[in-house]
């Protein structure tokens, strides 16, 4: 349902936004709205990577120190096939999701490729420093035409420039732009990663090729960090909308001081960095230092729930 909800908020449909009221006409409408279906397999197929490339890292680690052999071949050879597949059918998907954000959200769009005048056959800005006060790009390196032809399939393909509305109803340029080639990037490594490694697998070496399963294992975190990169884009792209269209943030912002706010988001990150920063990962650094369990000596996840069976078993003796 979030994923439903968030892709609304991105392309609304189905609604009528009067007197500050959504008046709905179509349920159908707002929960498959144009967007909700390639948002869906995107993201998806973004946690299936990221979850690959982490069990990739954790066989490759087993593989360089020689421990769990079998375990870590299977690891290691599943993750890498599916991470091809995965990997280059993300691009297909990921197009398709930019062909929406463009048909729907072009300011978006404009952001992400740094365009500022409205042009035909704009040129895709490798890298640039996006300067708002001059409303202009600086130290760009182009591919000229590519803009055009990856966001409307069409060489000649019209791009609506940032210029063409005031600089309050633009989103901020940099973090869009900067955060989309941090995903497009990491997302193109994730390609030459899974063909390298399923070569490596198709000719047997894989288990012999240290280097490259260093590379795996300090890649394992690489899939969150394109899904964070890629909610960036997302989010940074949609302002000031928080309903693209129709909802400005700053009419849905709630009447807090700053420094119930600072308070608030302050204790959040407290917490998850306490849950997750500490707990989670010292608990998952300890389950991928024991191993594997052998068939029929699964370990529990907690010691109490283990002392709990052990107690049921004594009693059943």
Known sequence: MKIHFHSWMQTPSGVSYIDGRFIIHSWYEVIFNPSVIPRYIHMLMAAYLSTAFVILGVGAYYMIKGINKQFSQICIKFSLISILLLSIGQVFVGDDVGLEVHKHQPFKTA??????????GAPLVLFAYPDENQEKNLFAIEIPKLASLINTHKLDGQLIGLKTVKKEDRPLVAPVFYSFRIMVGVGLLMVLIGIIGSILVAKGSILKATRFLKVCVLCSPIGFIAIIAGWFTAEFGRQPWVVYGMLRTEYAVSDLSFIQVAISLSLIIIVYFVIFG???????SRIIKQGPSEPGTERMPYAYFQSVEENISKKGD
């Open 111 to 120: 952001a992400i490729e740094g365009v500022w005048e409205t042009q035909k």
């Open 278 to 284: 500490f707990f989670y990962f010292r608990y998952f």
